[in-house]
Protein backbone atom coordinates (compact mmCIF):
# COMPACT_ATOMS: atom_id res chain seq x y z
CA UNK A 1 0.00 0.00 0.00
CA UNK A 2 1.33 3.46 -1.21
CA UNK A 3 1.54 5.72 2.35
CA UNK A 4 0.44 9.33 1.74
CA UNK A 5 -0.51 12.39 3.16
CA UNK A 6 -2.52 15.66 2.79
CA UNK A 7 -0.32 18.84 1.68
CA UNK A 8 -0.27 21.94 3.56
CA UNK A 9 -3.23 24.18 2.76
CA UNK A 10 -0.56 26.90 2.32
CA UNK A 11 1.25 25.12 -0.59
CA UNK A 12 -1.89 24.22 -2.03
CA UNK A 13 -2.86 27.68 -2.11
CA UNK A 14 0.06 28.76 -3.53
CA UNK A 15 -0.06 26.01 -6.59
CA UNK A 16 -3.87 27.36 -7.15
CA UNK A 17 -3.01 30.87 -7.55
CA UNK A 18 -5.25 32.43 -10.47
CA UNK A 19 -7.16 28.61 -11.07
CA UNK A 20 -11.02 29.85 -9.99
CA UNK A 21 -12.67 26.15 -10.90
CA UNK A 22 -11.78 22.59 -9.78
CA UNK A 23 -12.62 18.62 -10.37
CA UNK A 24 -11.34 17.02 -7.78
CA UNK A 25 -10.53 13.52 -7.74
CA UNK A 26 -10.12 10.60 -4.75
CA UNK A 27 -8.91 7.08 -4.65
CA UNK A 28 -10.69 4.31 -3.43
CA UNK A 29 -7.84 2.39 -2.63
CA UNK A 30 -4.71 3.10 -0.46
CA UNK A 31 -5.50 6.84 -0.51
CA UNK A 32 -9.00 6.02 1.11
CA UNK A 33 -7.14 3.14 4.06
CA UNK A 34 -4.44 6.63 4.31
CA UNK A 35 -7.81 9.01 4.92
CA UNK A 36 -5.94 10.97 2.85
CA UNK A 37 -7.80 10.80 -0.26
CA UNK A 38 -10.91 8.78 -0.20
CA UNK A 39 -14.43 9.96 -0.12
CA UNK A 40 -14.54 11.66 3.17
CA UNK A 41 -11.88 13.50 2.40
CA UNK A 42 -13.21 14.57 -1.61
CA UNK A 43 -15.88 16.49 0.29
CA UNK A 44 -13.59 17.71 2.87
CA UNK A 45 -11.67 19.45 0.04
CA UNK A 46 -14.64 20.63 -1.91
CA UNK A 47 -16.00 22.10 1.23
CA UNK A 48 -12.49 23.66 1.78
CA UNK A 49 -12.40 25.03 -1.81
CA UNK A 50 -15.47 26.90 -1.58
CA UNK A 51 -14.55 28.45 1.64
CA UNK A 52 -11.64 30.00 -0.50
CA UNK A 53 -13.82 30.86 -3.00
CA UNK A 54 -13.14 28.24 -5.85
CA UNK A 55 -15.91 26.67 -7.63
CA UNK A 56 -15.83 23.05 -7.79
CA UNK A 57 -17.43 21.68 -11.03
CA UNK A 58 -17.57 18.22 -9.55
CA UNK A 59 -15.66 15.02 -8.19
CA UNK A 60 -15.19 11.51 -8.36
CA UNK A 61 -13.11 8.86 -6.24
CA UNK A 62 -11.72 6.04 -9.02
CA UNK A 63 -11.55 2.58 -7.43
CA UNK A 64 -7.95 2.22 -7.93
CA UNK A 65 -6.48 5.61 -9.31
CA UNK A 66 -3.36 4.50 -10.52
CA UNK A 67 -5.56 1.71 -12.72
CA UNK A 68 -4.51 4.28 -15.97
CA UNK A 69 -7.77 2.62 -18.44
CA UNK A 70 -9.98 3.11 -15.21
CA UNK A 71 -8.97 6.16 -14.77
CA UNK A 72 -9.57 7.33 -18.32
CA UNK A 73 -13.14 5.52 -18.85
CA UNK A 74 -13.78 7.74 -15.18
CA UNK A 75 -13.04 10.21 -16.98
CA UNK A 76 -14.89 10.40 -19.95
CA UNK A 77 -18.02 9.68 -17.55
CA UNK A 78 -17.41 13.04 -16.13
CA UNK A 79 -16.41 15.12 -19.04
CA UNK A 80 -18.62 18.15 -19.00
CA UNK A 81 -17.24 19.01 -15.79
CA UNK A 82 -13.88 17.91 -16.16
CA UNK A 83 -13.95 20.24 -19.34
CA UNK A 84 -15.12 23.42 -17.22
CA UNK A 85 -12.47 23.03 -14.67
CA UNK A 86 -9.17 24.84 -15.11
CA UNK A 87 -7.38 21.98 -13.38
CA UNK A 88 -7.97 19.16 -12.08
CA UNK A 89 -7.15 18.65 -8.05
CA UNK A 90 -6.06 14.63 -7.53
CA UNK A 91 -5.95 13.19 -4.03
CA UNK A 92 -4.02 10.13 -4.40
CA UNK A 93 -0.59 8.98 -4.82
CA UNK A 94 1.77 9.83 -7.36
CA UNK A 95 0.92 7.07 -10.16
CA UNK A 96 -2.77 7.92 -8.98
CA UNK A 97 -1.47 11.30 -10.45
CA UNK A 98 0.21 10.74 -13.46
CA UNK A 99 -2.50 7.70 -14.54
CA UNK A 100 -4.93 11.51 -14.31
CA UNK A 101 -2.63 13.27 -16.93
CA UNK A 102 -1.84 10.55 -19.09
CA UNK A 103 -5.74 10.99 -20.13
CA UNK A 104 -6.22 15.09 -19.99
CA UNK A 105 -4.19 18.04 -21.13
CA UNK A 106 -5.32 20.24 -18.26
CA UNK A 107 -3.24 21.01 -15.56
CA UNK A 108 -2.90 18.01 -12.85
CA UNK A 109 -2.52 19.54 -8.81
CA UNK A 110 -1.07 16.84 -6.76
CA UNK A 111 -3.09 17.44 -3.15
CA UNK A 112 -1.20 14.75 -1.70
CA UNK A 113 3.11 13.54 -0.76
CA UNK A 114 3.45 9.92 -1.27
CA UNK A 115 5.40 8.84 1.50
CA UNK A 116 6.14 5.13 0.84
CA UNK A 117 5.11 1.47 0.63
CA UNK A 118 3.46 0.62 3.54
CA UNK A 119 2.41 -2.55 6.22
CA UNK A 120 -0.76 -1.76 7.91
CA UNK A 121 -0.08 -2.20 11.54
CA UNK A 122 -4.14 -0.92 12.87
CA UNK A 123 -6.41 0.74 11.50
CA UNK A 124 -4.49 4.27 10.82
CA UNK A 125 -0.97 3.00 11.55
CA UNK A 126 1.50 2.27 8.85
CA UNK A 127 4.96 0.73 9.12
CA UNK A 128 7.37 0.90 6.20
CA UNK A 129 9.14 -2.69 5.49
CA UNK A 130 10.09 -2.93 1.97
CA UNK A 131 12.30 -0.77 -0.39
CA UNK A 132 11.19 -2.09 -3.72
CA UNK A 133 14.60 -2.82 -4.24
CA UNK A 134 14.79 -5.62 -6.96
CA UNK A 135 16.49 -7.85 -5.52
CA UNK A 136 14.89 -9.89 -2.37
CA UNK A 137 16.55 -11.50 0.29
CA UNK A 138 14.21 -11.97 2.76
CA UNK A 139 14.19 -15.73 2.96
CA UNK A 140 18.34 -15.60 4.37
CA UNK A 141 17.04 -12.38 6.49
CA UNK A 142 14.37 -14.39 8.23
CA UNK A 143 11.53 -12.25 6.74
CA UNK A 144 12.77 -8.81 7.95
CA UNK A 145 14.20 -6.88 5.02
CA UNK A 146 17.72 -4.65 6.48
CA UNK A 147 17.87 -2.75 3.15
CA UNK A 148 14.24 -1.10 4.83
CA UNK A 149 14.69 -1.25 8.75
CA UNK A 150 18.23 -1.02 8.95
CA UNK A 151 19.00 2.61 9.76
CA UNK A 152 22.04 2.36 7.33
CA UNK A 153 20.70 -0.50 4.91
CA UNK A 154 23.54 -2.24 5.84
CA UNK A 155 23.53 -5.74 3.90
CA UNK A 156 26.06 -7.25 6.18
CA UNK A 157 25.44 -6.47 9.81
CA UNK A 158 25.06 -5.98 12.54
CA UNK A 159 27.07 -2.36 12.84
CA UNK A 160 29.51 -1.59 15.91
CA UNK A 161 26.91 1.12 17.45
CA UNK A 162 23.95 -1.37 18.18
CA UNK A 163 23.67 -1.52 22.16
CA UNK A 164 20.94 -3.51 23.65
CA UNK A 165 19.28 -4.70 20.59
CA UNK A 166 18.73 -0.86 20.01
CA UNK A 167 19.99 1.21 16.71
CA UNK A 168 22.16 3.40 17.20
CA UNK A 169 20.71 5.95 14.61
CA UNK A 170 16.94 6.20 16.92
CA UNK A 171 17.13 4.26 20.32
CA UNK A 172 13.43 3.82 19.93
CA UNK A 173 14.07 1.23 17.38
CA UNK A 174 15.44 -2.75 17.17
CA UNK A 175 18.00 -3.21 15.39
CA UNK A 176 17.04 -4.76 12.22
CA UNK A 177 20.65 -6.93 12.50
CA UNK A 178 20.07 -8.03 15.83
CA UNK A 179 16.13 -9.18 14.93
CA UNK A 180 17.52 -11.27 11.99
CA UNK A 181 19.86 -13.11 14.21
CA UNK A 182 17.49 -13.66 16.98
CA UNK A 183 14.91 -15.48 14.09
CA UNK A 184 17.41 -17.22 12.48
CA UNK A 185 18.86 -18.34 15.96
CA UNK A 186 15.39 -20.09 16.37
CA UNK A 187 14.64 -21.26 12.85
CA UNK A 188 17.62 -23.12 13.54
CA UNK A 189 20.15 -21.87 10.75
CA UNK A 190 22.94 -19.48 9.68
CA UNK A 191 20.94 -17.78 6.65
CA UNK A 192 22.62 -14.46 5.58
CA UNK A 193 25.69 -14.99 8.11
CA UNK A 194 26.83 -17.86 5.93
CA UNK A 195 28.01 -15.42 3.35
CA UNK A 196 28.77 -11.75 3.16
CA UNK A 197 26.21 -10.01 1.13
CA UNK A 198 27.40 -7.95 -1.98
CA UNK A 199 26.79 -4.81 -2.52
CA UNK A 200 23.19 -4.08 -3.86
CA UNK A 201 22.65 -4.17 -7.23
CA UNK A 202 20.12 -1.17 -7.93
CA UNK A 203 19.55 -1.98 -11.21
CA UNK A 204 17.54 -4.88 -10.86
CA UNK A 205 15.16 -1.94 -9.53
CA UNK A 206 14.43 -0.76 -12.98
CA UNK A 207 13.30 2.83 -12.94
CA UNK A 208 10.95 3.29 -14.42
CA UNK A 209 9.64 0.11 -14.01
CA UNK A 210 7.41 -1.87 -17.06
CA UNK A 211 6.49 -5.51 -16.38
CA UNK A 212 3.86 -7.23 -17.87
CA UNK A 213 2.39 -10.64 -16.40
CA UNK A 214 1.24 -12.01 -19.93
CA UNK A 215 3.20 -14.93 -20.93
Known amino acids: MIISSQKKTEELLCTLEG ?14 ACKSGGEEEVFRMEDWLIRQGKEVTGSMVIEE ?9 DLRQHKAAVERADALMVLACGAGVQSISVHSPKQVVPALDSLFLGNIRRIGEFEEKCSLC ?4 LDETAGVCPVTNCAKGLLNGPCGGMEEGRCEAD ?5 AWARIFE ?8 GVFERTVAPKNW ?11 KP
Request: proline content about 2%; aromatic content about 2%; hydrophobic content about 35%.
Open 183 to 190: RLEAQGRA
Open 203 to 213: SAKGSPGRRSL
Open 19 to 32: KKALFLIGCGACAT
Open 171 to 175: RELDC
Open 65 to 73: ACHILRAGR
Open 134 to 137: GNCI
